[in-house]
Protein backbone atom coordinates (compact mmCIF):
# COMPACT_ATOMS: atom_id res chain seq x y z
CA UNK A 1 0.00 0.00 0.00
CA UNK A 2 1.37 3.28 -0.72
CA UNK A 3 1.53 6.01 1.73
CA UNK A 4 1.04 10.16 0.13
CA UNK A 5 3.78 11.88 -1.07
CA UNK A 6 6.19 13.62 0.89
CA UNK A 7 5.09 17.24 2.12
CA UNK A 8 8.62 18.99 2.44
CA UNK A 9 6.53 22.33 1.55
CA UNK A 10 5.92 22.35 5.25
CA UNK A 11 9.62 21.34 6.70
CA UNK A 12 10.14 25.28 7.23
CA UNK A 13 6.47 25.45 9.24
CA UNK A 14 7.89 22.37 11.36
CA UNK A 15 11.05 23.39 12.22
CA UNK A 16 10.12 26.98 13.71
CA UNK A 17 7.18 25.55 15.46
CA UNK A 18 10.06 22.86 16.93
CA UNK A 19 11.23 26.03 18.77
CA UNK A 20 8.41 26.24 20.78
CA UNK A 21 8.56 24.95 24.52
CA UNK A 22 7.41 21.57 25.41
CA UNK A 23 4.82 22.09 27.11
CA UNK A 24 2.83 24.09 24.17
CA UNK A 25 4.25 21.65 21.64
CA UNK A 26 2.79 19.46 23.50
CA UNK A 27 -0.43 21.11 23.47
CA UNK A 28 -0.26 21.22 19.58
CA UNK A 29 -0.17 18.23 18.81
CA UNK A 30 -3.42 17.17 21.35
CA UNK A 31 -4.95 20.05 19.40
CA UNK A 32 -3.99 18.79 15.67
CA UNK A 33 -4.54 15.08 16.61
CA UNK A 34 -0.71 14.33 16.23
CA UNK A 35 2.14 12.39 17.59
CA UNK A 36 5.78 12.06 17.40
CA UNK A 37 6.92 9.22 16.04
CA UNK A 38 10.57 9.15 16.55
CA UNK A 39 12.97 11.35 18.38
CA UNK A 40 14.35 14.47 16.91
CA UNK A 41 16.55 13.69 14.12
CA UNK A 42 15.34 10.64 12.82
CA UNK A 43 13.66 10.29 10.05
CA UNK A 44 10.18 8.36 11.06
CA UNK A 45 10.01 5.97 8.42
CA UNK A 46 10.80 2.21 8.70
CA UNK A 47 12.64 0.19 6.17
CA UNK A 48 9.35 -1.05 4.51
CA UNK A 49 8.95 3.01 3.61
CA UNK A 50 5.49 3.25 6.24
CA UNK A 51 5.68 5.84 8.75
CA UNK A 52 5.69 4.12 12.69
CA UNK A 53 3.41 6.28 14.59
CA UNK A 54 3.77 5.89 18.35
CA UNK A 55 0.67 6.78 21.29
CA UNK A 56 1.00 10.12 23.00
CA UNK A 57 0.90 10.06 26.30
CA UNK A 58 -2.23 9.08 28.00
CA UNK A 59 -3.75 7.52 24.80
CA UNK A 60 -4.63 3.68 23.88
CA UNK A 61 -4.07 4.01 19.83
CA UNK A 62 -2.06 5.57 17.43
CA UNK A 63 -3.09 8.92 16.33
CA UNK A 64 -2.68 9.74 12.15
CA UNK A 65 -0.41 12.67 11.60
CA UNK A 66 -2.01 15.40 10.72
CA UNK A 67 0.70 18.19 11.20
CA UNK A 68 3.23 17.47 13.77
CA UNK A 69 4.72 20.39 15.13
CA UNK A 70 7.75 18.44 16.83
CA UNK A 71 10.40 17.48 14.02
CA UNK A 72 11.37 18.28 10.55
CA UNK A 73 10.31 14.84 8.87
CA UNK A 74 11.09 13.77 6.15
CA UNK A 75 7.91 11.53 5.65
CA UNK A 76 4.33 12.19 6.35
CA UNK A 77 1.27 11.25 6.47
CA UNK A 78 -0.76 14.42 6.17
CA UNK A 79 -4.35 13.85 6.80
CA UNK A 80 -5.92 15.64 3.57
CA UNK A 81 -8.37 16.51 1.36
CA UNK A 82 -7.52 18.26 -2.19
CA UNK A 83 -10.25 21.13 -3.84
CA UNK A 84 -9.67 21.73 -7.75
CA UNK A 85 -12.39 24.41 -9.87
CA UNK A 86 -11.51 24.84 -13.53
CA UNK A 87 -13.05 27.88 -15.56
CA UNK A 88 -12.86 29.39 -18.75
CA UNK A 89 -10.75 28.86 -20.89
CA UNK A 90 -9.42 26.54 -19.11
CA UNK A 91 -12.19 23.88 -19.65
CA UNK A 92 -13.80 23.50 -22.94
CA UNK A 93 -17.55 24.76 -23.70
CA UNK A 94 -18.10 27.48 -21.14
CA UNK A 95 -18.49 25.42 -18.21
CA UNK A 96 -17.23 25.85 -14.81
CA UNK A 97 -15.66 22.32 -13.26
CA UNK A 98 -15.33 21.44 -9.21
CA UNK A 99 -14.05 18.74 -8.06
CA UNK A 100 -12.96 17.77 -4.36
CA UNK A 101 -11.62 14.27 -2.68
CA UNK A 102 -12.40 13.77 1.05
CA UNK A 103 -9.33 12.09 2.49
CA UNK A 104 -10.59 10.93 6.21
CA UNK A 105 -9.90 7.86 8.36
CA UNK A 106 -9.94 5.05 6.48
CA UNK A 107 -12.96 2.95 8.61
CA UNK A 108 -15.46 5.90 8.33
CA UNK A 109 -18.36 5.74 6.14
CA UNK A 110 -19.14 9.04 4.10
CA UNK A 111 -23.11 8.80 2.88
CA UNK A 112 -24.49 11.29 0.16
CA UNK A 113 -27.78 12.35 1.18
CA UNK A 114 -30.36 14.77 0.19
CA UNK A 115 -32.28 17.56 2.08
CA UNK A 116 -35.18 19.82 0.23
CA UNK A 117 -35.91 23.18 0.45
CA UNK A 118 -37.93 24.21 3.62
CA UNK A 119 -39.65 27.22 5.42
CA UNK A 120 -38.71 27.72 8.74
CA UNK A 121 -41.76 29.24 10.15
CA UNK A 122 -40.70 29.00 13.96
CA UNK A 123 -37.68 31.51 14.24
CA UNK A 124 -37.33 31.23 18.33
CA UNK A 125 -36.29 27.63 18.32
CA UNK A 126 -32.74 26.81 17.17
CA UNK A 127 -31.02 24.33 14.87
CA UNK A 128 -28.54 21.69 15.98
CA UNK A 129 -25.33 21.38 13.75
CA UNK A 130 -23.07 18.71 14.57
CA UNK A 131 -22.26 19.94 18.44
CA UNK A 132 -24.18 23.72 18.80
CA UNK A 133 -27.25 25.27 18.28
CA UNK A 134 -27.35 28.75 16.15
CA UNK A 135 -29.94 30.54 14.95
CA UNK A 136 -32.62 29.28 11.84
CA UNK A 137 -33.24 31.29 9.62
CA UNK A 138 -36.93 31.60 7.60
CA UNK A 139 -35.76 29.58 4.26
CA UNK A 140 -32.69 27.18 3.06
CA UNK A 141 -32.34 25.76 -0.18
CA UNK A 142 -32.46 22.14 -1.30
CA UNK A 143 -28.90 20.46 -1.07
CA UNK A 144 -26.94 17.28 -1.85
CA UNK A 145 -24.64 16.29 0.85
CA UNK A 146 -21.24 13.96 0.92
CA UNK A 147 -20.49 13.69 4.41
CA UNK A 148 -19.03 11.68 7.32
CA UNK A 149 -21.85 9.81 8.27
CA UNK A 150 -21.57 10.71 12.43
CA UNK A 151 -22.14 14.47 11.06
CA UNK A 152 -24.27 17.25 10.51
CA UNK A 153 -21.90 18.89 8.46
CA UNK A 154 -20.55 17.61 5.13
CA UNK A 155 -17.14 17.33 3.74
CA UNK A 156 -19.23 18.80 0.06
CA UNK A 157 -22.38 19.18 -1.60
CA UNK A 158 -23.86 21.81 -3.81
CA UNK A 159 -27.41 23.27 -3.50
CA UNK A 160 -29.79 24.03 -5.97
CA UNK A 161 -28.96 27.15 -7.49
CA UNK A 162 -25.47 25.79 -8.50
CA UNK A 163 -23.60 26.60 -5.57
CA UNK A 164 -20.73 23.61 -4.61
CA UNK A 165 -18.41 24.11 -1.50
CA UNK A 166 -15.43 21.62 -0.20
CA UNK A 167 -13.27 22.47 3.01
CA UNK A 168 -9.91 21.36 3.75
CA UNK A 169 -8.33 21.03 7.36
CA UNK A 170 -5.62 23.91 7.75
CA UNK A 171 -3.38 24.46 10.18
CA UNK A 172 -0.87 27.72 11.04
CA UNK A 173 0.20 30.06 14.20
CA UNK A 174 -3.08 30.77 15.54
CA UNK A 175 -3.78 27.93 17.93
CA UNK A 176 -6.62 25.84 17.44
CA UNK A 177 -9.32 25.59 19.94
CA UNK A 178 -10.33 23.22 22.07
CA UNK A 179 -14.08 24.21 22.79
CA UNK A 180 -17.03 22.78 21.15
CA UNK A 181 -18.28 25.46 18.22
CA UNK A 182 -18.90 25.09 14.52
CA UNK A 183 -17.05 22.91 12.49
CA UNK A 184 -15.58 23.51 9.07
CA UNK A 185 -17.67 20.67 7.05
CA UNK A 186 -21.25 22.53 9.81
CA UNK A 187 -20.00 25.59 7.94
CA UNK A 188 -20.03 23.78 4.78
CA UNK A 189 -23.67 22.83 4.82
CA UNK A 190 -24.72 26.09 6.09
CA UNK A 191 -23.58 27.97 3.61
CA UNK A 192 -24.96 25.65 0.95
CA UNK A 193 -28.34 25.94 2.50
CA UNK A 194 -28.21 29.40 3.30
CA UNK A 195 -26.68 31.13 -0.48
CA UNK A 196 -27.61 31.28 -3.61
CA UNK A 197 -24.72 32.47 -5.02
CA UNK A 198 -20.66 31.87 -4.00
CA UNK A 199 -20.00 34.87 -2.44
CA UNK A 200 -22.98 35.05 -0.66
CA UNK A 201 -21.71 31.27 0.55
CA UNK A 202 -18.94 33.20 1.54
CA UNK A 203 -20.78 35.81 3.45
CA UNK A 204 -22.62 33.05 5.55
CA UNK A 205 -19.66 31.35 6.53
CA UNK A 206 -17.09 34.34 7.78
CA UNK A 207 -20.73 36.30 9.56
CA UNK A 208 -21.11 32.64 11.00
CA UNK A 209 -17.47 32.59 12.07
CA UNK A 210 -17.64 35.63 14.17
CA UNK A 211 -20.96 34.78 15.70
CA UNK A 212 -19.70 31.39 16.94
CA UNK A 213 -16.33 30.53 16.21
CA UNK A 214 -14.89 26.92 14.81
CA UNK A 215 -13.80 23.80 17.24
CA UNK A 216 -14.95 20.54 18.05
CA UNK A 217 -13.26 17.10 17.60
CA UNK A 218 -13.45 16.27 13.81
CA UNK A 219 -13.10 12.63 14.30
CA UNK A 220 -15.64 10.08 15.51
CA UNK A 221 -12.94 7.50 17.08
CA UNK A 222 -12.29 9.76 20.01
CA UNK A 223 -8.88 11.17 19.31
CA UNK A 224 -8.02 14.70 19.61
CA UNK A 225 -8.64 16.39 15.84
CA UNK A 226 -9.19 19.61 15.04
CA UNK A 227 -7.91 22.15 12.79
CA UNK A 228 -8.69 25.82 10.99
CA UNK A 229 -10.80 25.45 7.84
CA UNK A 230 -10.25 26.68 4.24
CA UNK A 231 -12.56 26.54 1.47
CA UNK A 232 -13.15 26.61 -2.22
CA UNK A 233 -16.96 27.72 -3.15
CA UNK A 234 -17.87 27.68 -6.56
CA UNK A 235 -20.96 28.85 -8.64
CA UNK A 236 -21.78 29.23 -12.25
CA UNK A 237 -20.10 32.64 -12.40
CA UNK A 238 -17.12 32.87 -10.09
CA UNK A 239 -15.18 30.80 -7.34
CA UNK A 240 -13.86 32.20 -4.09
CA UNK A 241 -10.93 30.74 -1.78
CA UNK A 242 -11.90 31.21 1.96
CA UNK A 243 -9.24 30.30 4.35
CA UNK A 244 -9.54 30.94 7.88
CA UNK A 245 -7.06 31.28 11.30
CA UNK A 246 -9.54 31.14 14.13
CA UNK A 247 -11.94 33.58 13.47
CA UNK A 248 -9.48 35.59 11.18
CA UNK A 249 -9.45 34.86 7.26
CA UNK A 250 -9.02 36.14 3.86
CA UNK A 251 -10.23 35.49 0.88
CA UNK A 252 -9.12 35.21 -3.00
CA UNK A 253 -11.50 35.84 -6.39
CA UNK A 254 -11.32 33.76 -9.00
CA UNK A 255 -12.83 34.51 -12.36
CA UNK A 256 -10.76 32.29 -14.89
CA UNK A 257 -7.99 29.68 -14.93
CA UNK A 258 -7.59 26.73 -12.28
CA UNK A 259 -7.44 27.20 -8.90
CA UNK A 260 -6.68 24.22 -6.33
CA UNK A 261 -6.28 24.21 -2.32
CA UNK A 262 -5.07 21.44 -0.50
CA UNK A 263 -4.02 21.13 3.70
CA UNK A 264 -1.60 24.74 3.82
CA UNK A 265 -2.93 28.41 3.58
CA UNK A 266 -2.59 29.38 0.01
CA UNK A 267 -3.70 32.89 -0.41
CA UNK A 268 -0.54 35.38 -0.77
CA UNK A 269 -0.81 38.93 -1.91
CA UNK A 270 -4.01 39.21 -3.75
CA UNK A 271 -6.71 39.49 -1.34
CA UNK A 272 -10.01 40.58 -2.22
CA UNK A 273 -11.71 40.56 0.87
CA UNK A 274 -10.26 40.26 4.46
CA UNK A 275 -10.96 40.16 8.42
CA UNK A 276 -11.48 43.92 9.03
CA UNK A 277 -9.11 43.13 11.88
CA UNK A 278 -6.90 40.29 10.32
CA UNK A 279 -3.33 42.25 9.73
CA UNK A 280 -3.95 44.79 13.03
CA UNK A 281 -3.90 41.06 14.91
CA UNK A 282 -0.87 40.16 13.08
CA UNK A 283 1.21 42.98 14.02
CA UNK A 284 -0.19 42.80 17.32
CA UNK A 285 1.40 39.49 17.61
CA UNK A 286 4.37 40.04 15.93
CA UNK A 287 4.47 38.39 12.92
CA UNK A 288 3.87 41.17 10.42
CA UNK A 289 5.70 44.29 10.65
CA UNK A 290 3.20 46.67 8.71
CA UNK A 291 5.81 47.87 6.29
CA UNK A 292 6.34 44.66 3.89
CA UNK A 293 3.25 43.50 0.97
CA UNK A 294 0.94 41.51 3.21
CA UNK A 295 1.21 38.02 2.36
CA UNK A 296 -1.66 36.07 4.13
CA UNK A 297 -0.34 32.34 3.83
CA UNK A 298 3.37 33.49 5.13
CA UNK A 299 1.93 35.90 8.17
CA UNK A 300 -0.58 33.37 9.51
CA UNK A 301 1.91 30.11 8.77
CA UNK A 302 5.15 29.73 8.03
CA UNK A 303 5.27 28.19 4.67
CA UNK A 304 7.72 29.97 1.90
CA UNK A 305 4.87 30.98 -0.42
CA UNK A 306 7.52 31.86 -3.11
CA UNK A 307 8.03 27.92 -3.30
CA UNK A 308 4.05 26.83 -2.67
CA UNK A 309 3.58 25.49 -6.79
CA UNK A 310 7.41 24.21 -7.58
CA UNK A 311 7.89 21.90 -4.21
CA UNK A 312 6.87 18.30 -3.92
CA UNK A 313 3.59 17.94 -2.07
CA UNK A 314 -0.09 17.60 -2.74
CA UNK A 315 -0.89 21.51 -3.54
CA UNK A 316 2.04 21.32 -6.21
CA UNK A 317 1.19 18.21 -7.53
CA UNK A 318 -2.79 19.54 -7.98
CA UNK A 319 -1.36 22.40 -9.47
CA UNK A 320 0.58 21.01 -11.94
CA UNK A 321 -1.97 18.10 -13.07
CA UNK A 322 -4.63 21.45 -13.46
CA UNK A 323 -2.14 23.23 -15.34
CA UNK A 324 -1.12 20.26 -17.34
CA UNK A 325 -4.65 20.15 -18.99
CA UNK A 326 -5.72 23.69 -18.90
CA UNK A 327 -7.68 24.68 -21.53
CA UNK A 328 -9.08 21.39 -22.47
CA UNK A 329 -10.57 20.28 -18.64
CA UNK A 330 -13.80 18.32 -19.10
CA UNK A 331 -15.27 16.60 -16.33
CA UNK A 332 -13.66 13.59 -16.89
CA UNK A 333 -10.39 15.63 -16.67
CA UNK A 334 -11.08 16.17 -13.13
CA UNK A 335 -12.60 12.38 -12.43
CA UNK A 336 -8.96 11.26 -13.51
CA UNK A 337 -7.04 13.69 -11.50
CA UNK A 338 -9.20 13.17 -8.58
CA UNK A 339 -7.78 9.32 -8.91
CA UNK A 340 -4.16 10.21 -9.58
CA UNK A 341 -2.55 8.02 -7.27
CA UNK A 342 1.58 9.00 -7.70
CA UNK A 343 0.70 12.49 -6.70
CA UNK A 344 -0.99 11.09 -3.52
CA UNK A 345 -4.04 12.74 -4.19
CA UNK A 346 -6.33 9.35 -4.30
CA UNK A 347 -4.66 9.08 -0.83
CA UNK A 348 -3.95 5.46 0.79
CA UNK A 349 -3.57 4.52 4.08
CA UNK A 350 -4.84 5.53 7.62
CA UNK A 351 -5.78 8.25 5.85
CA UNK A 352 -7.81 7.73 2.40
CA UNK A 353 -9.92 9.43 -0.04
CA UNK A 354 -13.56 8.25 1.09
CA UNK A 355 -15.11 9.83 -1.34
CA UNK A 356 -14.73 12.28 -4.15
CA UNK A 357 -17.38 14.28 -6.26
CA UNK A 358 -16.99 16.73 -9.10
CA UNK A 359 -19.63 19.37 -10.31
CA UNK A 360 -20.60 20.69 -14.07
CA UNK A 361 -21.53 24.11 -13.62
CA UNK A 362 -22.56 25.29 -17.10
CA UNK A 363 -22.23 29.29 -16.87
CA UNK A 364 -25.29 29.21 -19.32
CA UNK A 365 -28.35 28.91 -16.75
CA UNK A 366 -30.57 27.31 -19.13
CA UNK A 367 -28.18 24.03 -18.79
CA UNK A 368 -28.81 22.12 -15.66
CA UNK A 369 -25.50 21.43 -13.16
CA UNK A 370 -24.97 17.97 -12.69
CA UNK A 371 -22.95 16.72 -9.51
CA UNK A 372 -21.34 13.15 -9.44
CA UNK A 373 -20.22 11.39 -6.22
CA UNK A 374 -19.05 8.01 -5.44
CA UNK A 375 -20.27 7.79 -1.72
CA UNK A 376 -17.24 4.85 -1.57
CA UNK A 377 -13.65 5.58 -0.77
CA UNK A 378 -10.86 5.29 -4.07
CA UNK A 379 -12.28 6.95 -6.83
CA UNK A 380 -10.27 4.55 -9.29
CA UNK A 381 -12.06 1.46 -7.90
CA UNK A 382 -15.19 3.63 -7.73
CA UNK A 383 -18.26 4.73 -9.85
CA UNK A 384 -18.96 8.80 -10.06
CA UNK A 385 -22.94 8.47 -10.36
CA UNK A 386 -24.94 11.82 -11.26
CA UNK A 387 -27.52 13.94 -9.40
CA UNK A 388 -29.34 16.98 -10.74
CA UNK A 389 -31.55 19.08 -8.75
CA UNK A 390 -35.13 18.48 -9.66
CA UNK A 391 -38.75 18.53 -7.97
CA UNK A 392 -39.84 15.84 -5.73
CA UNK A 393 -36.59 13.92 -5.28
CA UNK A 394 -36.55 11.04 -2.54
CA UNK A 395 -34.17 9.93 0.20
CA UNK A 396 -31.47 8.58 -1.45
CA UNK A 397 -31.45 5.27 0.60
CA UNK A 398 -28.89 3.05 -0.43
CA UNK A 399 -26.50 6.00 0.47
CA UNK A 400 -27.44 6.94 3.38
CA UNK A 401 -26.25 5.54 6.69
CA UNK A 402 -28.67 3.91 9.19
CA UNK A 403 -30.30 6.07 11.40
CA UNK A 404 -30.64 5.03 15.52
CA UNK A 405 -33.90 4.25 17.62
CA UNK A 406 -32.26 6.27 20.66
CA UNK A 407 -30.16 9.23 20.66
CA UNK A 408 -26.80 8.89 18.30
CA UNK A 409 -23.80 8.40 20.80
CA UNK A 410 -22.38 11.46 19.04
CA UNK A 411 -24.95 13.74 20.42
CA UNK A 412 -24.27 11.96 24.10
CA UNK A 413 -22.09 13.69 26.13
CA UNK A 414 -19.30 12.52 27.02
CA UNK A 415 -18.82 11.90 23.02
CA UNK A 416 -17.63 9.35 21.40
CA UNK A 417 -17.61 6.40 23.58
CA UNK A 418 -19.53 4.05 21.56
CA UNK A 419 -19.11 4.21 17.93
CA UNK A 420 -21.97 2.03 15.77
CA UNK A 421 -22.37 0.92 12.49
CA UNK A 422 -22.78 3.46 10.08
CA UNK A 423 -22.37 1.85 6.94
CA UNK A 424 -24.84 2.03 4.15
CA UNK A 425 -25.88 -0.38 1.99
CA UNK A 426 -23.78 0.77 -0.87
CA UNK A 427 -20.88 1.34 1.48
CA UNK A 428 -20.86 -2.36 2.15
CA UNK A 429 -21.67 -3.83 -1.10
CA UNK A 430 -18.24 -1.45 -2.20
CA UNK A 431 -16.09 -3.28 0.49
CA UNK A 432 -17.09 -6.82 -0.34
CA UNK A 433 -16.20 -5.89 -4.05
CA UNK A 434 -12.74 -4.60 -2.95
CA UNK A 435 -12.14 -7.64 -1.60
CA UNK A 436 -12.40 -9.73 -4.39
CA UNK A 437 -10.84 -6.98 -6.37
CA UNK A 438 -7.92 -7.14 -4.32
CA UNK A 439 -7.75 -11.04 -4.51
CA UNK A 440 -9.06 -12.19 -7.12
CA UNK A 441 -7.34 -11.12 -10.90
CA UNK A 442 -10.01 -12.33 -13.50
CA UNK A 443 -12.91 -10.98 -10.98
CA UNK A 444 -11.73 -7.92 -10.52
CA UNK A 445 -10.92 -7.68 -13.83
CA UNK A 446 -14.49 -8.32 -14.81
CA UNK A 447 -15.85 -6.28 -12.50
CA UNK A 448 -13.72 -3.39 -12.91
CA UNK A 449 -14.34 -3.23 -16.87
CA UNK A 450 -18.16 -3.33 -16.09
CA UNK A 451 -17.99 -0.56 -13.79
CA UNK A 452 -16.23 2.02 -16.12
CA UNK A 453 -19.04 0.87 -18.84
CA UNK A 454 -21.49 2.13 -16.34
CA UNK A 455 -19.98 5.32 -15.39
CA UNK A 456 -18.90 5.43 -19.02
CA UNK A 457 -22.89 5.44 -20.44
CA UNK A 458 -23.75 7.89 -17.45
CA UNK A 459 -21.05 10.25 -19.04
CA UNK A 460 -22.74 10.46 -22.38
CA UNK A 461 -26.51 10.64 -21.47
CA UNK A 462 -25.19 13.28 -19.06
CA UNK A 463 -23.34 14.71 -22.17
CA UNK A 464 -26.76 14.56 -24.14
CA UNK A 465 -28.32 16.54 -21.39
CA UNK A 466 -26.11 19.13 -21.31
CA UNK A 467 -25.97 19.40 -24.97
CA UNK A 468 -29.50 19.25 -25.86
CA UNK A 469 -31.01 21.43 -22.45
CA UNK A 470 -33.33 18.55 -22.56
CA UNK A 471 -34.21 16.78 -19.27
CA UNK A 472 -36.72 13.88 -18.41
CA UNK A 473 -37.94 14.98 -15.24
CA UNK A 474 -39.56 11.75 -14.45
CA UNK A 475 -36.54 10.00 -15.24
CA UNK A 476 -33.90 12.26 -13.07
CA UNK A 477 -36.02 12.32 -9.87
CA UNK A 478 -34.86 8.69 -9.67
CA UNK A 479 -31.27 9.21 -11.32
CA UNK A 480 -28.90 9.12 -8.69
CA UNK A 481 -30.52 6.21 -6.72
CA UNK A 482 -31.19 3.77 -10.14
CA UNK A 483 -27.29 4.66 -10.65
CA UNK A 484 -26.47 3.31 -7.40
CA UNK A 485 -28.80 -0.08 -7.72
CA UNK A 486 -26.79 -0.14 -11.11
CA UNK A 487 -23.46 -0.24 -9.54
CA UNK A 488 -24.76 -2.64 -6.78
CA UNK A 489 -25.85 -5.06 -9.12
CA UNK A 490 -22.74 -4.94 -10.70
CA UNK A 491 -21.08 -5.89 -7.49
CA UNK A 492 -23.71 -8.51 -6.09
CA UNK A 493 -22.85 -10.30 -9.85
CA UNK A 494 -19.48 -10.72 -9.37
CA UNK A 495 -19.83 -11.32 -5.28
CA UNK A 496 -22.01 -14.56 -5.83
CA UNK A 497 -20.32 -15.76 -9.24
Known sequence: MKLAKDFPILEAELEKAAARSES??????????????????TSGVRG???????????????????????????????????????????????RIIFGKNSDRLCDEVQEVVYFPAAVHDNLTGHLKCTYIEIDQVPETYAVVLSRPAWLWGAEMGANEHGVCIGNEAVWGREEVCDEEAL??????RLGLERADTAEKALDVIVDLLEKYGQGGNCSEDGMAFSYHNSFLIADRSEAWILETAGKYWAAEKVQEGVRNISNQLSITTKI???????????KRKGWWDGKKEFDFAATYSYIDTTKMTISPGRYCEGYKLLNKHKGNITFETMMEILRDKPSGINMEGEFLTTASMVSILPQDSNFPCIHFFTGTPDPERSVFKPFIFVPNISQLLDTSSPTFEFEDPVKKKPHFKTKPDRRHPLYQEHQQALKVIDNKEEKAKTMLENMRKLEKELFKEMESILQNKHLDVDKIVNLFSQCTKDEIRIYKLNISS
Open 24 to 41: NVNKLCRLTGTALPFARG
Open 48 to 94: DGFRQLTPLPDTDRPLPFSLCPQASLKKMEPCSCDTFVALPPATVQN
Open 183 to 188: LGMDLV
Open 272 to 282: DREHPDMRNYA
